[in-house]
Every structure is written in structure tokens, then in C-alpha cells.
Antibody
Framework: QVQLQQSGAELAKPGSSVKISCKAS????????ISWIKQTTGQGLEYIGY????????YYNEKFKGKATLTVDKSSSTAFMQLSSLTPEDTAVYYC?????????WGQGTLVTVSS | DIQMTQSPASLSASLEEIVTITCQAS??????LAWYQQKPGKSPQLLIY???SLADGVPSRFSGSRSGTQYSLKISRLQVEDIGSYYC?????????FGAGTKLELK
């Protein structure tokens, strides 16, 4: 069955960076784009962007340009999102998602906590 | 960005009751709309896509409809396993945007 397995929770200091992974299994990795979504209590669900897992081409929501960097490693069927210059406002659960019809598949989420 | 205005923000309903949640798009998005269910501590799950198509494995008591730029999710007979939060998403124009969510509770 299709699975998107994300890396574990991160505790980071303001100004630092974190890199979250999303490992796909159960399907041909390059069949679907991988998108990333931020969820906070206050702002709800926000779309960060997506990466074409075949070409590596990316789209970023303007709000997250300079904050998020999306990459992919086809050899390990893994997508990555690096978040830089972290501030407390980046504290959230981050999901990867994808599928043939919208976000049919989701990772389990990665909690990123930014605190000094 | 396209704004998705979702209502109500919260809803309390009884078992077997009919429940309706709506999303109003700020501009025409055609059928580029999906609905997700999220239970506490879990990832969202796709319920409806293309405004009216039922996702694989989703019970037939869930349905989606469209009237112009207003979209609705209907649960025909509320079950206890339907308790959670619901979100709409538009994918007509980048960036995708989501409604603020509806928290559905049991009365």
C-alpha cells in the first residue's frame, strides 16, 4: 500500500534550519508530485509548494519563498523540505502529500518546534 | 490568492442527523475543489475531489455538491466515526488554499 513516512519531530533554535524528509513506498515514486502543507492552530492549513519528483522542478507559494527549499532524491524515493532562518512563527506540523487525485496520500506529519 | 470562506466554524449534531458544511470561493474555481476529514492527532484524509467525486473507500453517506462558487459537503446520516474537523481545498489557481475548517462534534 502507498505510504509516505516522514521524519521525526524537531526542536530547533531561532535562526537555525531543519530538514524534514518524506519517504515514499508502495508506488512508483516519480508518478506523483509531492506537496508540503503547514498546519498551525491559528492559521489552519497553508500550502507551501510542490516538487515534481521526476524533474525536480518546484513551485513555491510566495509566502514561503526564501523559507522553504524542496528537494528530492529519486534513488531513495524521498522528498525533503528544508526550513531556514527559523522563527517561533514556523512552529507547526508539516505534512507531505500527493497522489493521482489531489492529496490522496499524506505523511503522518512532522512537528517542528522553534524555541530558544 | 483565492479565498475559501468555510462555514460554520463549529457544529454540534446528533447521530443519524444530516450535516452540511459549505465553502464559498472568492472567484470561479470550476470543480477544482476537494474536501478532507481530519481526526485529532491524525493527518487529513481525502473525502471528495473534483467537487463531487467520492474518494476510494469513503462511505456513500458523504457527498459533495456545487452551486456556482458555493460548495457543500453533506453527511447524510452522521455516525460517531465522522466526528472530527473538515476542510475544503481549492486547486484552481496557485497557491492552493484551504478553508479555515469546521469542527464537528456530537450533541
Amino acid at each position: 500500500q502507498v505510504q509516505l513516512q516522514q521524519s521525526g519531530a524537531e526542536l530547533a533554535k531561532p535562526g537555525s534550519s531543519v530538514k524534514i524528509s518524506c519517504k515514499a513506498s508502495g508506488y512508483t515514486f516519480t508518478s506523483y508530485d509531492i506537496s508540503w502543507i503547514k498546519q498551525t492552530t491559528g492559521q489552519g492549513l497553508e500550502y507551501i509548494g510542490y516538487i515534481n519528483t521526476g524533474s525536480g522542478g518546484t513551485y513555491y507559494n510566495e509566502k514561503f519563498k526564501g523559507k522553504a527549499t524542496l528537494t528530492v532524491d529519486k534513488s531513495s524515493s524521498t522528498a525533503f523540505m528544508q526550513l531556514s532562518s527559523l522563527t517561533p512563527e514556523d512552529t507547526a506540523v508539516y505534512y507531505c502529500g500527493g497522489g493521482p487525485n489531489w492529496f490522496a496520500y499524506w505523511g503522518q506529519g512532522t512537528l517542528v518546534t522553534v524555541s530558544s | 490568492d483565492i479565498q475559501m470562506t468555510q462555514s460554520p466554524a463549529s457544529l454540534s449534531a446528533s447521530l443519524e442527523e444530516i450535516v452540511t458544511i459549505t465553502c464559498q470561493a472568492s472567484q470561479d474555481i470550476g470543480n477544482w475543489l476537494a474536501w478532507y476529514q481530519q481526526k485529532p492527532g491524525k493527518s487529513p484524509q481525502l473525502l471528495i475531489y473534483d467537487a463531487t467525486s467520492l474518494a476510494d473507500g469513503v462511505p456513500s453517506r458523504f457527498s459533495g455538491s456545487r452551486s456556482g462558487t458555493q460548495y457543500s459537503l453533506k453527511i447524510s446520516r452522521l455516525q460517531v466515526e465522522d466526528i472530527g474537523s473538515y476542510y475544503c481545498q481549492q486547486a484552481h489557481s496557485n497557491p492552493d488554499t484551504f478553508g479555515a475548517g469546521t469542527k464537528l462534534e456530537l450533541k
